[in-house]
């Protein structure tokens, strides 16, 4: 077939499409329009499926559409009937809402591929900042463990220096981990702005002050039983009035000035020794009844202690609440014993006899230099010293093993002077304040020329003023005729210069007193029945 021929055809064709009528154009445009919407579906269908690999890269192809539907009213052009003009319509507005709603699916499907990637860029930008934090915190901590070994370190040998810097580094790293944490609060509060992890968050930051509280209120248990026991000591106390205390402040200023040994010192010191042996028995009378022990027993412990060294024909009532001069009593025995000699007998030395100018001397430097040191800190470092063996040697004395375990309900004392040691207990600090002004006392004796001369009052002896001054206050300030000396409380001095430091007794009438068998207990001094 010829060009000429498919022309006279094509003619053809163009007249009977012209020459169609009506209802051959209805079906014409039926089959057109079936055509389209199955062409839509399916190019919906692989638009859905490309949507599914590639959310992110979704764009709405709008003016393809618009040219699709356009091209199709151009090729069909619809008659003026009613029908196919009120379909066309209906059609174009379909196409039209179809149009606008695939507009929106992608609008939304875009806008829920932009959140989730910003979801996960937040997220991870989070984990990355943990990260980081946690890696401070590791170094924070490997920090600090090393600041503590060195501090651990600088204690053996004692490197006061070191020992500082040390410090100085662990608290840096403490603070910083307490950054950290605070750092790592406010991240945590502001991720959950207010919800449940702002909620724990709260807890947790609350949670350090309530055990600090609860710290804190323990404490204040401790200091209310200090209170009492330190009203216990200021009722045992004799105050002599404002002159009395100037005086006893005077002394003690004397000591930080004084460059040379003297009466005045010794007096000053011997003071002292008064005040903390009272201080000391108040505090052991108050670890007693906290024990719930028989007091007058105690009491009773004590007199066949001090019959072993005295008249044991003869014994005295003591009072209940004037136990804690018996107390007193028994500490200052065992603290005085040995006082005549250089070194409480600890060893054989005699440096006094052979070189006396030389070790009065060194006596002398020693008090000075301990006169305002902590024992506590001092036995810390030099714990086999020769003060810290005379602790040592005066607290097993002074402490029975039942006694202590009565108290405290242990041995650890014990054992950790038996180890060479020295506790750390409130009670021992008690006891090391008693020993350090005993050993000041020793030291000051034989640093001066010539020594003080140590005496002690004797159980039924007769009261004498001018050597013995009594514990109990009698109404008018005067010792009625007839008291005798119930039992020492403390040793007196006769001083070069011939002035005396009163020993101190508890004076009773001498019809108080009885006769006793020759039979004695046989429980040791200060034990609990």
Known sequence: MGPETEAVVGSAEV????????????????????????????QRDQREEKNKKEMANKVCNLTDLVQRVTASCLLHPLARGHEPEDYSENQAEDEEDEVQSDCEENEV??????????????????????EVLMGEVFDAVSSMKKAYVNLQDAHCPWDPEK???????????????????????RRVRGAGRGGPLGLVSLREAVAPYEAALEELKREVKAKDVEIENLKEKLSNTTTGGKKGRLQSRKKISSIKVVAAPGPELFEAIMSQVKEKSKSFAAFLLSLMRSAHWDITAAVRSIEAATTATMNDKITFKVEAHHAKYALESYVCQKMFQGFDHETFYMDG????????????????????????MDPVELLGILPSCQFGKFCSKKFLSIVHPKMEESLFGNLEQRNLILAG???????????????????????LAFALEPAPCHFQASKGADFHPEYMEGVIKFSGGRVPVGQVVAFPVSPGFKLGNGSVIKARVYLMSRTSQWEVSDAKETVPPLCPR
């Open 163 to 185: 020992m500082r810097t040390a410090d100085v580094a662990v608290v840096a790293e403490l603070r910083r981990l307490g950054n950290l944490r605070e750092k790592f609060r």
């Open 421 to 443: 040691n020295h506790p750390r207990s409130q009670f021992y600090k008690e006891y090391l304040a008693l020993a350090k002004a005993v050993w000041l006392l020793h030291l």
């Open 15 to 42: 007249g009977v499409l012209a020459n169609c009528t009506i209802s051959s154009w209805d079906d014409a445009f039926e089959r057109e329009i079936i055509r389209e919407v199955f062409i839509r579906v399916k």
């Open 349 to 372: 030395s005699l440096s006094s006899l052979l070189n006396p100018d030389q070790y009065r001397r060194d006596c002398f430097t020693q008090f000075q230099d301990m006169k305002a």
């Open 109 to 130: 499907e875009e806008g829920f591929t932009v959140a989730g990637e910003k979801k996960r860029e937040v997220t991870l930008k989070r984990v990355r900042e943990m």
